[in-house]
């Protein structure tokens, strides 16, 4: 990550023990509901906390609207990210900059309850537990499309990638400092966090809530970006389409041995005819296969090529956390 929004010798000390991560993009209609629910919640666990605001570049006025009520509300933090980065950017930068001994990621619909941050935090103190995932026993607020596709998602992930992946465990969970500085030490690169935190090994654990309807605005996860989230989650945890793409190979190339067995003993029997129709599936056939694999291999030779340019996710704008540092500096 490259922060040109202050001097890089910004520094923020502090003691708060409770950071509240929540990626922003055209939020301000759930930002009333989300103040008056969560702000009770982090008051009454009389911790030190704050609350890390990432505007992802919204074009509606969350951005605004947050500083507005920075003025009545001194714990709540807005890091401005210079353009739209996208949830799990936005996700990362929100990590990155938190200054809690734990950190909790939520979502500003208030699909994810944030009365359950309570709970996480005294059940990762009693444990000794580095990471508390929220975890959905009850989906019936999503629509069956939604169940349906995020139920083949987690299925497929954990065949994929290993069943130590949590069965619907979004974006929702408490991680503890270490786990925080273990994540500033990657590369600096797109992230799916639901399947990189079961991959550090961590202790975990586990609070089980029902979701509900998202209090206001539209979802920012249609079907596209779902989709894409599966391709990411595939390529970036697996080898298996690469795997694949050698199974079809050798499919295709069982094909066309069988293919020219019965062409040769066709020739034999003295029973030759022109065989357009299976020529040319044989021809589609191979080139479709071909085809595929291309795509396989070149998704991944994509990423690669992407790691290789070390661009980084995300630019911060703006924090008002480091703002407070430099005024603080001038006035001594």
């Known amino acids: 990550m490259i922060d040109v929004s202050h ?19 055209n939020e301000e209609e759930a930002l009333p509901a989300l103040v008056e629910r969560l702000r009770p919640v982090l008051d009454g666990t009389g911790e030190e906390y704050e609350v890390v605001a990432v505007d992802d570049g919204s074009t509606d006025g969350t951005a605004e609207h947050l500083a507005q009520l920075r003025a009545g509300w001194p714990q709540l933090r807005l890091v401005r990210l210079r353009r739209n980065s996208g949830h799990q950017a936005a996700l990362t930068a929100g990590l990155h900059s938190a200054r809690g001994a734990y950190a909790v990621s939520l979502d500003a619909d208030l699909q994810d309850p944030p009365e359950k941050i309570p709970e996480m935090l005294a059940l990762a103190r009693s444990r000794h537990l580095d990471i508390v995932y929220g975890v959905r026993t009850n989906r019936s607020s999503d629509t069956g499309f939604k169940r349906r596709t995020a139920g083949a998602y987690y299925w497929l992930m954990r065949r994929l990638v290993g069943t130590h992946v949590c069965a619907q465990a979004g974006d929702f969970r408490l991680l503890s400092r270490n786990v925080l500085d273990a994540l500033k030490a990657l590369p600096d690169q797109p992230q799916v966090y639901r399947l990189l935190m079961p991959w550090f090994g961590f202790p975990s654990g ?6 509900d309807p998202r209090v206001a605005g539209h979802t920012k996860y ?11 989650s595939i390529i970036g945890f697996s080898v ?6 050698i199974w079809l190979g050798a499919l295709a190339f069982c094909v066309c041995l069988g293919m020219l067995v019965y062409t040769l003993a066709v020739h034999a029997a003295g029973d030759t005819a022109p065989g357009w129709t299976s020529l040319i599936i044989a021809v589609l056939f191979v080139g479709a296969v071909q085809l595929v694999c291309l795509g396989v291999v070149g998704e991944y030779i994509g990423r690669i090529y ?22 603080a500096r001038k006035t001594l």
């Open 240 to 245: 298996a389409p690469l795997r694949l793409a």
């Open 206 to 211: 586990e609070v089980t809530y029902r979701r």
């Open 222 to 232: 249609p079907l596209r970006k779902m989709i894409l989230l599966a391709v990411d």
């Open 7 to 25: 001097d890089p010798t910004d520094r923020v000390e502090s003691s708060v023990e409770l950071s509240v991560v929540i990626p922003m993009f």
């Open 306 to 327: 992407t790691a290789a340019q070390q661009r980084p996710t995300y630019f911060v704008a703006d924090d008002t956390a480091m703002a407070i540092a430099r005024q």
